[in-house]
T-cell receptor, first 115, second 113 residues
Framework: DAMVIQNPRYQVTQFGKPVTLSCSQT?????MYWYQQKSSQAPKLLFH???????NEADTPDNFQSRRPNTSFCFLDIRSPGLGDTAMYLC??????????????FGPGTRLTVL | DQQVKQNSPSLSVQEGRISILNCDYT??????FLWYKKYPAEGPTFLIS?????DKNEDGRFTVFLNKSAKHLSLHIVPSQPGDSAVYFC????????????FGTGTLLAVQP
């Protein structure tokens, strides 16, 4: 089945130790998103790629970076995680070519804990 | 500032009855609204949407109502089934589904057998 896959599902890291979260998709969608969802809060968009074009949200900390080496894969790099970065990180994809655009398809998320 | 609000963190309903989940928004520029459902250990999945040119959209047991003057939308599930137990997120965007989605904090629905 076509899907959005996130690895790892759970990640524990130490304060300040860089961490990379992975997202892959078999949907061949050209738009990929990264969201951060803290406990009891709404998912919050960090950035997205439209094809190779990177779009950063204004309030996304510089500590968060992303890479998209090809259509299928997208990575979230947290350079120096702080305790406040403990959250669920959701990847989503969408086909962005049509007027009536498709909705976003989400992966299961990576639960990151910073100790 | 939370532009999309789901003020009920949880809701419990008997099987077969109606479930009504509510969502309020503050930005009058929002013109497209969506509901997502999320089961534990899974990502949110799209459920139903509505454009601001409509006040109602129906899909099987699910109906979304939009009251633009009150900046309020609601999701009705009739009849509710135990498999509907999940977290429901309301989301809104400006300029249609192609654009940035602003999510609410979610409502946990429990449908009791």
């Amino acid at each position: 089945d076509a899907m959005v896959i996130q690895n790892p599902r759970y990640q524990v890291t130490q304060f300040g130790k860089p961490v990379t979260l992975s997202c892959s998709q078999t949907l061949n969608h050209n738009v990929m998103y990264w969201y951060q969802q803290k406990s009891s809060q709404a998912p919050k968009l960090l950035f997205h790629y439209y094809d190779k074009d990177f779009n950063n949200e204004a309030d996304t900390p510089d500590n968060f970076q992303s890479r998209r080496p090809n259509t299928s894969f997208c990575f979230l790099d947290i350079r120096s995680p702080g305790l406040g970065d403990t959250a669920m990180y959701l990847c989503a994809t969408r086909w962005g070519g049509a007027v009536e655009a498709d909705t976003q398809y989400f992966g299961p998320g990576t639960r990151l804990t910073v100790l | 500032d939370q532009q999309v609000k789901q003020n009920s963190p949880s809701l419990s309903v008997q099987e077969g009855r109606i479930s009504i989940l509510n969502c309020d928004y503050t930005n009058s520029m929002f013109d497209y609204f969506l509901w997502y459902k999320k089961y534990p250990a899974e990502g949110p999945t799209f459920l139903i949407s509505i454009s601001s040119i409509k006040d109602k959209n129906e899909d099987g047991r699910f109906t979304v109502f939009l009251n633009k003057s009150a900046k309020h939308l609601s999701l009705h599930i009739v009849p509710s089934q135990p498999g509907d137990s999940a977290v429901y997120f309301c989301a809104a965007s400006i300029g249609g589904a192609t654009n940035k989605l602003i999510f609410g904090t979610g409502t946990l629905l429990a449908v009791q057998p």
